[in-house]
Each structure stands twice: as structure tokens, then as C-alpha cells.
């Protein structure tokens, strides 16, 4: 993840209390309600898909290593896309969960089963993970069709939204040479298949380009935010009543809560294996 590789509004919280609150299971936050947000309207891209749009301020369960843990009492779950198959959403959604699907879209991972069909000219360097390399996202030629044929499976198993990790390698050292202008041109890409998928999308960190890209993404996925003094520029998502799905790694709950309850982001604390411990807001 992209934070990680590097070391690593008032009206979203009161669209949150309107949604209803009551106390969650261990009492730290808002019980879920059976949809964890709304559906409808056209895709923030023009297409005409309708793409479920999560409620800002509820809580979440980020889950991406060892066995899953299906059972937190939660409304939305993110959960990586290859590793589970179309029955683990499908009960899911029996517990009245909504299901995002974690795909690397700005980095190559050789253990992925499609990993033989990046050519060698698109892998740039390592990104700070075991077997991931960055992208030459400037290949939208190449790159399209194979991101197109990820969406596809998460549509196909049932997902409801996409994370597409890594959405910010201009800011980093890839080996190749990629502007912002290159990055708002993938970005858009990746909405623009997603949302053509009936799938909503969330940006991932990528902070300075959210003024741009705010209108073409249905949530912000963030890490270390609070760590790094970077919650103000998530904002603007905020501002338009879209969720934030934050996570911190290092510092305590009372380090960060009190001031994502006030903005309204949706936060917990993780281990960075991402496992299914969790501890939120």
C-alpha cells in the first residue's frame, strides 16, 4: 500500500447521525444499518450505471491477510479481491454487509494468477513489498484491458465497490518518468472502467490530486493521515457527503478519534498485516 511502501466535514457527520446511531456491539461506534449506504444515481463519471454510494462515518472492517473473520458487526467490508471467491461475498451479503474489492492497480505482484500477462517493459522498481513492482501506467494500451479483466472478476463474484491500491506512483520513485498528468489520466481510467461495471470506486491516498479527482470517485480509501497531518485534504470528500475509509498503523485510538468522530471519517486502528484485528473509532 502506498503509505505503507513510503516508510510506508460537519455535514458527513451529520449525515451520519441522520442515517441513525446507536451503540455498536463493543460500544465504540454506530451499529451498521443493513445496506451501510445508499444506492443510486447516475456514476459521478456519466455513465449510466448506478453504483452504491457508502454512508459517510460508518464503520468498516479492512481485512487482507489471514483466514477472514466474517462475523464483525460491521457494514462494510474490504477484502482482497483474488483471495476470495464469489461464496465468501455472497455471505457477506447474507450478514448484511456491502463488499469492496482490493485490487493493486498501480503495481505489478507476482503472485497474482494473471501476473504472466504484464509485459516485462511495464515493471518498474520494486515498491517497497515483497514481489510488487510499479507500473508503467503511462500504457494505458496494454493496461486497460488487463485492469478491465480484474473488474470484471470483482463484478462477477459480487462485489459492490473496488479500492484500486497504488493510485499515486507519479509521487514515487518508479523508474519511470510519470507526471500528475499521467496519474489523473489512469485514475480516471480505473473509475471509468469500474463505474462502467456497476461498481462504485474509491481513491486511494494519491492526497495532493483529490481537488481533481473528487468528482470522478465515490469514497477515499486512506492510510496515516492523522500520523502525517494530511486529514485536512481529504475534505473535499467529505464535503461532497462521501465516506473516508481511514486507517492508522502507529498511534493510539485517542491519538486520532476525537478528530475523525468531528470530521466524520470512518477510522480504525490496524495492524500493518492488515489481519482481522481491529480496533475502532
Request: charged share 25%.
Amino acid at each position: 500500500m502506498t503509505r505503507r511502501s513510503l516508510a510506508l466535514t460537519a455535514l458527513a457527520l451529520a449525515a451520519a447521525l441522520l442515517a441513525g446511531c446507536t451503540s455498536s456491539p463493543d460500544g465504540t461506534g454506530p451499529a451498521p444499518g443493513p445496506t451501510g449506504g445508499r444506492t443510486g444515481g447516475p456514476s459521478p463519471t456519466g455513465g449510466p450505471e448506478a453504483v452504491w454510494q457508502p454512508e459517510p462515518g460508518g464503520p468498516w472492517q479492512w481485512q487482507l491477510s489471514g483466514k477472514l473473520d466474517p462475523t464483525v458487526d460491521v457494514p462494510v467490508y474490504d477484502i482482497d479481491g483474488f483471495d476470495h471467491p464469489a461464496a465468501t461475498v455472497a455471505d457477506l451479503h447474507r450478514r448484511g454487509r456491502k463488499v469492496i474489492c482490493y485490487l493493486s492497480t498501480g503495481a505489478w505482484e507476482d503472485f497474482r494468477p494473471d501476473a504472466g500477462e504484464f509485459p516485462k517493459t511495464l515493471l518498474g522498481k520494486g515498491n517497497g513489498w515483497e514481489g510488487e513492482r510499479w507500473l508503467d501506467i503511462r500504457r494505458t494500451d496494454v493496461l486497460e484491458p488487463l485492469m478491465a479483466a480484474r473488474l470484471d472478476m470483482c463484478r462477477d463474484k459480487g462485489f459492490d465497490a473496488v479500492e484500486p491500491d497504488n493510485m499515486d506512483g507519479y509521487a514515487n520513485d518508479t523508474g519511470f518518468p510519470l507526471t500528475a498528468a499521467d496519474q489523473l489520466r489512469y485514475n480516471r481510467l480505473i473509475a471509468r472502467l469500474a463505474h462502467e461495471r456497476g461498481l462504485s470506486v474509491g481513491l486511494k491516498n494519491d492526497l495532493d490530486q483529490i481537488p481533481q479527482l473528487v468528482g470522478d470517485f465515490d469514497f477515499a480509501v486512506n492510510e496515516q493521515c492523522a500520523q502525517y497531518d494530511e486529514c485536512d485534504t481529504l475534505r473535499p470528500f467529505l464535503d461532497a457527503g462521501k465516506a473516508v475509509f481511514h486507517v492508522e498503523y502507529e498511534l493510539p485510538t485517542r491519538a486520532f478519534c476525537p478528530e475523525a468522530r468531528r470530521m466524520g471519517m470512518s477510522s480504525i486502528l490496524k495492524r500493518y498485516d492488515l489481519d482481522s484485528w481491529r480496533r475502532p473509532c
